[in-house]
């Protein structure tokens, strides 16, 4: 059975898109891994990326309709050999009053609908990637329920760092109060401005905080990343037929990130 893994924080803009493209990618094209990618932001930033990546100009299947459904199986677009991806859309934002009108009076039904859709897909993939939007929500919600695992993103400043105590103490209120099972894979460090004052504190707070759940590897600030966001996800080769050097460091910083969770997952089973 494959793994689920949801990627958050409760402040936006720190990176987490970007984790979920580029770990899904990773873990199709270099692990060799059959990986799937649920878009359940309406804002759809990574079913964006992905499409781009696949050179789709447009996606029909979307989770919304796999949500009215009740199943999400017919909504799986092929992006790459390993990589498929179930989209976004704007009508996802009517989330809540399609749980309400499914499930009346019935929140547990309401927050683990997502688990009940997810639970056939996993004998079909090695690895579920969830992307969600940084709110307590019912987004959020049905994405911890569903999920095996968390990655947490930590861009170093203040703010996130409130964001991922917040998310890990709501995680921990979701497993008290609700028949879930999710552990912490790890804490990604997303650094602004490496040997920055304020960013270094950050980082050694956390750790303090956190210990060995913080990676060792550090996302840094790459332009290669950021063009992923306009051109899709590359490797690009140049003329004597070797590996664009910017595409592969930015595909080597994420394979060791992978790796690294990796071992933390084998550690925890």
């Known amino acids: 059975m494959g793994k689920t893994y949801v990627v958050g924080n409760f402040k936006g803009g720190v990176g987490k898109t970007k984790t979920v493209t580029m770990l899904s990618y990773i873990s199709a094209v270099r692990k060799n891994r059959k990986t799937l990618v649920i878009d359940l932001d309406p804002q759809g930033n990574a079913t964006s990326v992905l499409a781009k990546t696949g050179n789709l100009t447009s996606i029909e299947k979307t989770i919304t309709n796999g949500f009215l459904e009740g199943n999400l199986e017919n909504q799986i677009t092929p992006i790459l050999p390993n990589l498929d991806l179930i989209a976004a859309n704007t009508q996802f934002k009517d989330l809540p009053k399609i749980l309400m009108k499914k499930f009346p009076d019935d929140n547990t039904k309401q927050i683990s609908y997502l688990r009940t859709l997810i639970e056939p897909l996993k004998a079909k993939y090695d690895a579920i990637y969830l ?9 959020s919600d049905n994405a911890m329920v569903s999920a095996d695992y968390c990655i947490i993103i930590l861009q170093t400043q203040e703010l996130s760092l409130d964001g991922a105590k917040t998310y890990i103490n709501y995680m921990q209120y979701l497993i008290d109060n609700y028949d879930i099972n999710i552990d912490i894979l790890g804490i990604l460090p997303c650094m602004l401005r490496p040997g920055g004052r304020v960013d270094e504190k950050i980082l050694d707070d956390a750790r303090e905080m956190y210990g060995d759940n913080v990676l060792h590897t550090i996302v840094k600030h790459q332009e290669r990343l950021k063009a992923y966001d306009s051109e899709g996800i590359t490797l690009n080769t140049t003329y004597t037929g070797q590996p664009d050097q910017w595409d592969k460091r930015a595909h080597d910083l994420f ?15």
């Open 255 to 269: 394979d060791d990130v992978l790796t690294e969770l990796d071992a933390h997952e084998q550690e925890l089973n």
């Open 131 to 139: 992307d969600v939007p940084p709110t307590i929500s019912d987004f």
